[in-house]
T-cell receptor
């Protein structure tokens, strides 16, 4: 596609429910990143993939968070047993090649946990 | 990863040149300096990247002194549409080190 596409754009869920956030990167982009951004703060790194391989997941807050990119394209970030503190904007980004530092971000998925 | 320090906020009038300085005293030999811009309700957007001296593109210029312990993003003749948060990132680019860390950024407000 023309840009990084994320869905849903808005998700409201009740505490304890599982949520899945989807990211469709720019076609042909090798690397895919997930960030979380709280209001008034900069994006916080969660994890990234090169092709289908998850290279770094050190930013995932705890084991309720997981991500996959099984075919090296679309990625899903899953949050199990959501808590109110998980409420944030979740941003996905992709880059054409590894190591350029030039990331293209999507519009984000805003998660609200009640 | 090198820690960066930049002003929390800045104001400027339309038509002025704006310079935002970022300190990164612990920058490593292999680190590049990258700046992003973020408008409200949008994702960050890459502006410019450099290693040393000066880099210029159609949007901005990046000045990096010889010791590389700081860098200055220069926006020429700003307009209201340049109101945004600007992030300075320092990190090694290259396979195996893709954890780009954003700080809190500098909130730039352009005044008519």
């Amino acid at each position: 596609g023309a840009g990084v596409s994320q869905s849903p754009r808005y998700k409201v869920t009740k505490r304890g429910q599982d949520v899945a956030l989807r990211c469709d990167p720019i076609s042909g982009h090798v690397s895919l990143y997930w960030y979380r951004q709280a209001l008034g703060q900069g994006p916080e790194f969660l994890t990234y993939f090169n092709y289908e391989a998850q290279q770094d997941k050190s930013g995932l807050p705890n084991d309720r968070f997981s991500a996959e990119r099984p075919e090296g394209s679309i990625s899903t970030l899953t949050i199990q047993r959501t808590e109110q503190r998980d409420s944030a904007m979740y941003r996905c980004a992709s880059s054409l090649v590894v190591g350029t530092g030039e990331l293209f971000f999507g519009e984000g998925s805003r998660l609200t946990v009640l | 990863l090198a820690k960066t320090t930049q002003p929390i906020s800045m104001d400027s009038y339309e038509g002025q040149e704006v310079n935002i300085t970022c300190s990164h005293n612990n920058i490593a030999t292999n680190d590049y300096i990258t700046w992003y811009q973020q408008f409200p309700s949008q994702g960050p957007r890459f502006i410019i990247q450099g290693y040393k001296t000066k880099v210029t593109n159609e949007v901005a210029s990046l000045f990096i002194p010889a010791d590389r312990k700081s860098s200055t993003l220069s926006l020429p003749r700003v307009s209201l549409s340049d109101t945004a948060v600007y992030y300075c990132l320092v990190g090694e680019t290259g396979f195996g080190n893709e954890k780009l860390t954003f700080g809190t950024g500098t909130r730039l407000t352009i005044i008519p």
